[in-house]
């Protein structure tokens, strides 16, 4: 091999390759990429633009191969060059295959080739040896010179190849300041699994490391919702990272093969725009929750986020899973939040399903134990519904198994709170569970906004405005945090701040029906009941009710008035209630698809019905229905609020008199 002469770096996209180092850069942060899927990108460059056969790669890098082991071992380098570079066979960039023939490194190369020729011989086989250089007829003089030289110059080439090593250099003249970053997004990983049917997992994995991430307390994590937005978008990072209001953004890829994982991550800072960290794992689906802890581990070191113990520990070892059952769970998991009667069928069976297979696994528990209690605020006036009464114990029973399994899992803690509340009525346990799951994910936006609900039900109304806005900031363009946020700010009787919220959260979801029937309580509020009522049927268009029932009910309002509409509301939704529900498809019935006991309640209180809204408040009271929670706050019960039967009824709910 030839000695080198200070070979420079070669450059080719946004890629440096060191050969002296024997690294492979982007933007300064070294790309995990070793053996021979380096030396093959090495035989690349030496010749760019030109075709460098398969048989020429078998000579020089796999000589003792038998046929079928070069085979392989050629295509698995090839693929893990590509994977390292981004690069893609079907549409390649930088390696081009020539069918049956070899391979050509296509883009433009910013260095000689000259230069990818001197690769760095090893000390002791190189040119430099004394045994190489002295010649017998040199005088002792002469001799002594050059071995002094030959000494200097190795010396020389060792302190270099030393300095290069990052370990090394940092110990002699410390680390570079880092990064200011105290907020970070997660971008959807991009699935590199052959099947479309493998999104749902890539997606998962998205969601479990901003989980993971969100342990931290030193950084602000955007959550899942908010994220999902940019799947497959072509904006530039530093414009997400604007929008998202973060400092950095993780990217990266899941490669899936049977029970393999292959999983690359790099951290970007945003402003301005550097590559500060980029890595590849490889292992087995069975170790997906140390990958993921992993790389949350890796992040914060390298943005010099000192870990408290508690997060070292919630980042330590991690089990294994069962890889059927984890993506029963993961499926499970994802259909419960897309706010349908199936979405909430479909994934309970997936996430039973995952307990079958692995009874050992919490965090099916503890996904399980969230659709019971998603359950409990989908309303329960219809036929064969499931009422908080049916649901609850069984999300009790699921969360409780879950933390028996994992205390750890703030999810278990959050939908055990949520049990407390809703049915205990017990609001110190349900205190004690919401703080707890904040502590241990401090990013996690439901968390908050659940935690804004109990405190306003608690009247301690700027904590919950804290957490509400809190739950915003983790997660601006989550459509069910925005309306429950802006719905405990309406009851919270801010009414300008509820208003102005919903306004943009109408920008930002403009076929949502929240923002309409938001606007149109707070119209109720503010004694603009035209407008109330226009706002109202507005969000009714949104929730997908039939033009002729809306013409009926806009006749009927501008022949008779408010309450014979009010009348004619209630009747249509006691028709709806005789079929199952279908909240979120629209069926023909609009906000009634939504309602509960209390809802019902509260438009009998609208009438002037005070007996018959105190009967089906009775109702839900027997069912343990989630509106109950509201009776010290909801601006609806204002006109019975000194009633005997309301104050007793809130005294048996247990809240402050």
Not at 493 to 505: E, G, P, Q, V
Not at 605 to 618: I, M, P, W
């Amino acid at each position: 091999m030839v000695t080198p002469t200070s070979p420079r770096p070669i450059r080719f996209g946004g890629f440096e390759i060191d050969l002296k180092a024997g690294e492979l850069r982007k933007g300064g942060v070294r790309i995990k990429l070793q053996g021979q899927p380096f030396e093959v990108l090495v035989m690349l460059l030496e010749r760019p633009g030109e075709l460098v056969e398969r048989e020429r790669l078998r000579e020089r890098l796999w000589p003792t191969d038998t046929f079928v082991d070069f085979d392989h071992g050629v295509n698995s380098a090839i693929n893990r060059l590509r994977e390292a570079l981004g690069d893609s066979a079907d549409s390649p960039r930088y390696v081009e295959t020539v069918p049956r023939r070899g391979y050509r490194f296509i883009a433009q190369v910013e260095a000689p080739a000259a230069a990818v020729a001197t690769t760095i011989a090893p000390v002791a086989e190189s040119s430099l040896s004394p045994a190489t250089v002295e010649t017998p007829t040199s005088s002792p003089a002469s001799s002594t010179r050059k071995k002094a030289v030959i000494a200097a110059v190795v010396i020389a080439i060792v302190l270099i190849v030393t300095l290069i090593l990052p370990s090394v250099r940092e110990r002699i003249f410390g680390r570079p300041n880092p990064p200011h970053i105290q907020s970070i997004a997660v971008l959807p990983l991009n699935n590199l699994s052959s099947g479309a049917d493998q999104d749902f997992f890539a997606d998962g994995m998205t969601e479990a490391l901003i989980t993971d991430l969100g342990k931290i307390s030193a950084l602000r994590v955007i959550s899942h919702t908010s994220v999902m937005q940019y799947k497959g978008t072509k904006k530039p990072l530093p414009e997400i990272a604007k929008e998202l209001n973060v400092d950095a953004l993780v990217e990266g890829t899941v490669a899936r093969s049977g029970t393999h994982l292959r999983i690359t991550a790099n951290l970007v800072q945003a402003s301005p725009e550097k590559h500060l960290w980029a890595e590849a794992y490889e292992s087995e689906v069975g170790d997906i929750l140390t990958v993921q802890r992993e790389v949350a581990q890796s992040v914060a070191r390298e943005i010099r986020i000192n870990l408290t113990p508690q997060e070292q520990e919630l980042l330590g070892a991690a089990r294994t899973v069962n890889p059927k059952a984890h993506d029963d769970y993961v499926r499970g998991h994802r259909l419960c939040f897309n706010d349908t009667r199936e979405g909430l069928d479909q994934g309970i069976h997936y996430l039973q399903q995952a307990i079958e297979e692995d009874p050992n696994d919490p965090l099916a528990y503890a996904g399980l134990a969230d659709c019971y209690v998603l359950w409990a605020w989908a309303g329960d006036i219809f036929s064969g519904d499931l009422t908080p009464k049916d649901t609850m114990p069984q999300a009790r029973d699921a969360a409780t198994r879950a933390l028996q399994l994992d205390d750890s899992l703030a999810e278990a803690h959050m939908a055990l709170a949520n049990v407390k509340q809703i049915y205990d009525w017990n609001w110190p346990a349900a205190e004690t569970e919401f703080k707890r799951a904040i502590q241990l994910n401090p990013n996690s936006s439901e968390a908050h906004m659940w935690y804004a609900h109990f405190l306003l039900a608690m009247r301690r109304f700027d904590e919950s405005g804290t957490e509400a806005r809190r739950a915003m900031e983790l997660d601006p363009y989550s459509e069910f945090v925005q309306d429950f946020t802006i719905w405990a700010i309406y009851m919270a009787r801010h009414y300008d701040d509820a208003f102005a919220r919903s306004a943009k959260s109408l920008q930002l979801f403009p076929g949502s029906p929240w923002p309409h029937y938001h606007s149109g309580l707070i119209y109720e509020r503010t004694g603009r009941p035209r407008d109330a009522i226009q706002e109202f049927w507005k969000s009714e268009e949104n929730f997908g009710i039939g033009p002729a029932t809306l013409a009926e009910f806009r006749k009927t309002y501008q022949r008779s008035g408010e309450k014979a509409y009010w009348r004619q509301y209630l009747s249509t939704c006691e028709e709806a209630a005789l079929h199952p529900r279908k909240f979120a498809n629209p069926r023909g019935y609009g906000w009634c698809d939504y309602m509960q006991d209390a809802d019902v309640a509260a438009v009998q209180v609208r009438l002037g019905d005070f007996n018959a809204a105190f009967n089906s408040l009775e109702k839900g009271y027997t069912n343990h229905g989630s509106g109950l929670i509201y009776l010290n706050v909801d601006p609806y019960w204002d006109p019975i609020r000194t009633d005997a039967r309301f104050r007793d009824l809130v005294r048996r709910v247990g809240l402050p008199q």
